[in-house]
């Protein structure tokens, strides 16, 4: 079971410093009206002011959220933390209040939001008020995208109900304390005979709900590596375009279709990471598509390119999987949200065709990410690194900038079974890859790349 921080244990874990912010509630129209207008909150629950004057004096806190302005490894952010200790760090009008400014304070101030949650859900006590606090947070998460404020939660144990589902899964990074409770169930509610895994931080790492399992000691490091990719002062001032990376190898162009399919499908060629471990000098990755799936052949993150901000979406060499299409749409509307160019590196010898993927919505994942590429906010631009095989990696292609380097080729459908469709031999294959064009310099001629990349 994973420890449980305070509030305060949890902020300084990861702060150099922090100040905290008391909420103005009189500019805050909140429907129900001040906490405290009734004796026992707005239900008249009995004896629910002693439990709250009780949980006060045992943590030495007003309420079940603190929030304030702090610096995470030298980067200015706004704060908030959830204190289980007050009556298990659930939602209430007051509490709602202070989540509330938080995201105010950030989206104001254009300062990213860091959320340290640990919460049972929302305060019985209160009934529909505390219930229609998170309405409130969601429509301050709809504000702080909009303003294009990144939001960074952290998952302690426990996370779960409303907390979770709101204030957690609406992140746009989510990081998780190995062995926390995560889940929108608490242990009270579930069903008998509940499978008890599912509901932890790493059952929902595996299904891409969770970005990064991080252990304590490295909470803080982790945290100021994203701020520094997702703060505005590490953004370039105007919209600009990556630049293609280098071709790691220096082939000359092949002879011929099928010389270039070889050489795209030899597993000595360099891979998407060693593209981005030259390209970039440093990264942080997100993981999973959010709705259950993880493909992990398809990377996507945001890295530090000769300074400057720059959000990837690679795909590793494999058949691309429904979940590795909706993961690089999530990154690309991400970093529309946030003014960060992308990059895509293109290596597939295709969308994954097995009744699992089908299940899965194999067509409409590819169509999001077309919609995605296509509607993007920022410049992308896409290079080919070797296999381009037909839909599944045209899918991944900036419109007029994409590039590609020696080693790559592009085709409507992969040599053997156009031979197959087209009723050839097998051994007509190298013929009909001629036939295809697919080629580096085909491409370029025929205006389906803009150039080729060198080393």
Known sequence: MAERFTARAAIALVTDDFTDHVPDRAADARPDGPLGA????????????????????????????????????????????????????????????????????????????????????????????????????????????????????????????????????????????PDAQVAFAGSRVRPPGAD??????????????????????????????????????????????????????????????????????????????????AYFEERAALRGDRAGGVDPGTE?????????????????????????????????????????????LIDTPGAANDAEAERAGAGPAIAEAFAAIAGARTPVTSLLIGEGGSGGALALAAPGNTWTTPDGYFSVIAPELAAAILKRAPEEAPATADQLRLRPQDLVELGCVRGIVTR
Do not use: K, N
Not at 152 to 163: E, I, K
Not at 170 to 176: H, I, K, N, P
Not at 202 to 217: C, F, K, N, S, T
Not at 311 to 340: D, E, S
């Open 300 to 344: 996507c993150g945001f890295g530090l390119h000769e300074g400057r901000v720059v959000a990837y979406a690679a795909q590793g060499g494999t058949p691309t999987r429904p979940a590795g299409f909706r993961t690089a749409a999530r990154l690309v509307r991400l970093a529309g949200r946030l003014g960060i160019p992308v990059l895509t």
């Open 38 to 177: 009734a004796a026992d909150g707005p239900l008249g629950w009995a004896g629910y002011d002693a439990s709250r004057a009780r949980a006060a004096s045992r943590t030495g806190e007003e309420e079940s959220v603190v929030y304030g302005t702090a610096r995470v490894g030298g980067r200015a952010c706004v704060l908030l933390a959830f204190e289980f200790g007050y009556l298990g760090g659930s939602l209430g009008g007051a509490a709602g209040d202070r989540l509330v400014a938080a995201y105010r304070t950030a989206r104001e101030r254009r300062l990213p939001l860091v959320s340290l949650v640990a919460t049972g859900g929302s305060r019985m006590q209160e009934g529909m008020v505390a219930l229609a606090q998170l309405q409130r947070v969601a429509a301050e998460t709809v504000l702080l995208r909009e303003a294009g404020v990144a939001h960074v939660a952290v998952l302690r144990d426990p996370s779960t109900g409303g907390g979770w589902a709101t204030v957690g899964a609406g992140a746009d990074v989510v990081l998780a304390l």
């Open 196 to 277: 008890p895994a599912a509901y932890t931080a790493e059952e929902q790492w595996r299904h891409g709900h969770v970005d990064a399992l991080v252990p304590p000691a490295a909470l803080r490091g982790t945290l100021a590596r994203w701020l520094r990719l997702l703060a505005p002062d590490a953004r370039a001032p105007e919209p600009w375009a990556a630049p293609p990376p280098a071709a790691l190898t220096e082939a000359d162009a092949p002879r011929t279709g099928w010389e270039a399919v070889t050489r795209a499908r030899d597993p000595r060629r360099p891979r998407a990471a060693a593209y981005l471990d």
